[in-house]
């Protein structure tokens, strides 16, 4: 699989592979965090999320980490498939209310 | 399957002409909101309704910009004048009551101004 340390703009995976898109957020009172993906021409989709109180939590082919020490989640992409080609965000809520910050994305390139 | 319907799915008007996006949210959600997406970034939330009401509407700029839902069900929002700098992607979403992450987004428009 490919694997990027820091937060990166585009991420070339070979079909098959495992991918890992990473994302740091800003602020330490966050306590949701969800991961979207969102396909060219269309809004974003809900994959998964995750609460501050777990450090992992597993979809169907996806899997999501975090790292409240360094402030920084992961999505996990299992076997990937050119169904998988998309822009990936990850989104933090923000203070005590229901108000979601998304970040910058990550577009992701399945090579056949 | 339930989906959040928008309309114009696209929309190219000149400045300083006034432009509306329309909204109907899945069925039975009670929050809708409307947020902005500039090409190459993430979506930026612009106005949250619970019900017909306002929850939120700090990033709106509301010398230009209007949103309403007077039923409580479908919305709309409103730009005038447009401003070069309002081409974007405007996405709505809807999410069930007592689910607010739980946000559902429509195709959006595509905004482009002249």
């Known amino acids: 699989g490919e694997s990027v340390g820091l937060h990166l703009p585009t991420l070339s995976v070979q079909e098959g592979d495992n991918s890992i898109i990473n994302c740091a957020y800003s602020?330490?009172?966050?306590?949701?965090f969800i991961w979207y993906k969102q396909e060219s021409g269309k809004g974003p989709q809900f994959i998964i999320d995750i609460r501050s109180n777990m450090d992992k939590r597993q979809g169907q082919r996806v899997t999501v980490l975090l790292n409240k020490t360094v402030k920084h989640l992961s999505l996990q992409i299992a076997a990937t498939q050119p169904g998988d080609s998309a822009v990936y965000f990850c989104a933090e809520n923000i203070g005590g209310d229901y108000k979601l910050s998304f970040g910058a994305g990550t577009t992701v390139t399945v090579r056949a | 399957e339930a989906e959040v319907a928008q309309s114009p799915r696209y929309k190219i008007t000149e400045k300083s002409q006034a432009v509306a996006f329309w909204c109907d949210p899945i069925s039975g959600h009670a929050t809708l909101y409307w947020y902005r997406q500039i090409l190459g970034q993430g979506p930026e939330l612009l106005v949250q309704?619970?019900?017909?009401?306002?929850?939120?509407d700090s990033q709106l700029p509301k010398d230009r910009f209007s949103a309403e839902r007077l039923k409580g069900v479908d919305s709309t929002l409103k730009i005038q004048p447009a401003e070069l700098g309002d081409s974007a992607m405007y996405l709505c979403?809807?999410?069930?009551?007592?689910?607010?992450?739980?946000?559902?987004f429509g195709p959006g428009t595509r905004l482009t101004v002249t």
């Open positions: 602020n330490s009172a966050s306590d949701y």
């Open positions: 979403a809807s999410s069930p009551m007592g689910q607010p992450y739980e946000q559902y």
């Open positions: 309704f619970q019900d017909e009401s306002v929850v939120d």
